[in-house]
């Protein structure tokens, strides 16, 4: 059973970066398609970005235009990990972000079999 855990979150001020890492146990990563969402208080989930796997070149497509040019996934095939760089974050990117795990990529979180238990981001001055 694949299990994913999150890490990297935590407070951090506007125009400031945090690097979350989404971590697989208990089967390997390598032929999943790993998306991040986010959930904001009051705000439904909302798909951010998503990679494919190395079958299909580790594509990525970017789903959230709010987050475009700011944030970048990236995956480590030998540890098993995908990362989220998040750069000049902004208030409005508060929430619980999430890695997810399905056989393709969507914007959709219905599409997606596995989930971590989220990692808390907060932008504040």
């Known amino acids: 059973q694949l299990q994913l855990v999150e890490s990297g979150g935590g407070s951090v001020q506007p125009g400031g970066s945090l690097r979350l890492s989404c971590t697989a146990s208990?089967?390997?990563?390598?032929?999943?398609?790993i998306g991040w969402f986010r959930q904001a208080p009051g705000k439904e989930r909302e798909g951010l970005i998503c990679?494919?796997?190395?079958?299909?070149?580790?594509?990525?497509?970017d789903y959230a235009d709010s987050v475009k040019g700011r944030f970048t996934i990236s995956r480590d095939y030998a540890k098993n990990s995908v990362y989220l760089q998040l750069n000049s974050l902004k208030p409005e990117d508060t929430a619980v972000y999430y890695c997810?795990?399905?056989?393709?990529?969507?914007?959709?979180?219905?599409?997606?079999?596995?989930w971590g238990q989220g990692t808390q981001v907060t932008v504040s001055s």
């Open positions: 990679v494919l796997s190395s079958d299909h070149n580790s594509r990525v497509t």
């Open positions: 997810a795990a399905a056989w393709g990529c969507s914007a959709y979180g219905r599409e997606f079999d596995y």
């Open positions: 208990g089967s390997p990563l390598d032929l999943h398609a």
